[in-house]
């Protein structure tokens, strides 16, 4: 066998080897990329039917669709996007007090007690809003994001015109 003869031989094999390795590992890649989207819907399936149960949270707030908040449902203070999607200029009319609880590590709960003193008729609204972290923004050290998944209110009264909340039915 000539020099020449011999090299091509050499590249036409590795070139073949490379074509199958390549091949192979593209396979695998979509294998893993199709098992990973089958167990993300699967996971998305059951966050879907675990909202859709009646959550004893919810039970006497009434949902608010989030096309109807006033501002954007993504962010990284979850109490800050919370105050915006009800109030989006921060009104001085306004009261509240805002608790923020953490149940789960990406789950964060957002309860505003408002008030507008403004109105002669100051009863107090209570909002609940619950939020999904979904990553972090552009580096590892930033705040991690946060999207509004359900929202909700119900209305109270004041037991006596002092700052003490009621729970009994307004009229």
Wanted: charged residues 20%; hydrophobic residues 35%; positive net charge.
């Amino acid at each position: 066998m000539s020099a020449k003869l011999k090299i091509g031989l050499v590249l036409t094999l590795s070139l073949f080897a490379t074509a199958v390795v390549a091949g192979v590992y593209r396979i695998k890649q979509w294998h893993s990329n199709t098992v990973s989207t089958a167990e993300q819907q699967k996971i998305r399936a059951k966050e879907i039917s675990s909202q859709n149960v009646e959550n004893p949270y919810r039970a006497k707030y009434k949902s608010i669709p989030l096309t109807h908040l006033k501002s954007l449902l993504r962010g990284t203070d979850p109490a800050t996007l919370a105050i915006n999607a009800f109030d989006p200029n921060n009104s001085k009319e306004l009261s509240r007090k805002v608790e923020v609880a953490y149940p789960k590590p990406d789950r964060a709960m957002v309860t505003i007690i408002q008030t507008n003193f403004a109105s002669s008729k100051s009863k107090p609204v209570k909002y609940r809003v619950e939020l999904t972290s979904f990553g972090r923004s552009l580096f590892v050290s930033s705040p991690p994001l946060w999207q509004i998944v359900w929202a909700g209110s119900y209305d109270q009264c004041f037991a006596d015109r002092t700052t003490k909340l009621s729970n009994i039915n307004c009229r």
